[in-house]
């Protein structure tokens, strides 16, 4: 067993020690695609099984990291959905934000996706299958998500190597 951190407390009174060992309890295994990386976790506590796939992306400018996209699902039976998340933005907890996105020159497509502090996300398990696909069959995706403050952040994601991480997405997560 590997041990994480590690904590002894020693009763003198009694001379009974008492140890708490963390464990770990999670097996990785990633695989990169082109600019996309597949994650396989498997939690031996509790039993869950994440499936990620994600990808950085770059301001319009193409000079500075500005988000990144997520697709996963957080146990095999669950659908998978998205995450946008970017930095210098805060969206909020418990609203919805305005997003539109698009996969190459495709039409522009307007969802409310939650809020998640920094992040947005779509669990719409439709909406959500039916843009991993465009993913898979395109090269550049676009995204855009307004803010708390009504900031526009957006942010250029390049598709290659999405075919390979989001077909294992789709494969090992349920609710097909």
């Known amino acids: 067993m590997q041990l994480g951190n590690r904590w002894i407390a020693r009763l003198l009174a009694g001379g009974v020690v008492l140890a708490v060992v963390q ?8 695989q990169k695609f082109g600019d996309w990386t597949y994650k396989f976790i498997a939690d031996n506590f509790d039993g869950s099984r994440q499936h990620i ?17 997520l697709i996963k699902c957080d146990d095999e039976k669950m659908a998978p959905y998205a995450t946008y998340l970017t930095v210098r933005a805060y969206f909020g907890v418990s609203g919805k934000s305005l997003v539109r996105y698009r996969v190459d020159q495709s039409p522009l497509v307007e969802e409310l996706w939650k809020e998640d502090e920094r992040s947005v996300i779509n669990f719409d398990k439709p909406k ?20 708390l403050r009504g900031t ?19 494969e090992n997560c349920g609710d097909k």
Do not use: C, W, Y
Not at 23 to 30: G, K
Not at 130 to 142: D, E, P, T
Not at 158 to 164: D, E, F, Q, T, V
């Open 128 to 147: 959500v299958r039916a843009m991993i696909h465009q993913l898979i069959a395109g090269s550049r995706f676009a995204i855009e998500a307004i803010d």
């Open 152 to 170: 526009a952040h957006r942010t250029i994601f390049s598709l290659k190597g999405s075919n390979a991480a989001l077909t294992r997405v789709l």
């Open 23 to 30: 464990p770990s309890n999670a097996s990785e295994a990633e």
């Open 53 to 69: 796939a994600h990808v950085m992306g770059r301001g319009e400018d193409g000079k500075r990291a500005t988000g990144a996209l």
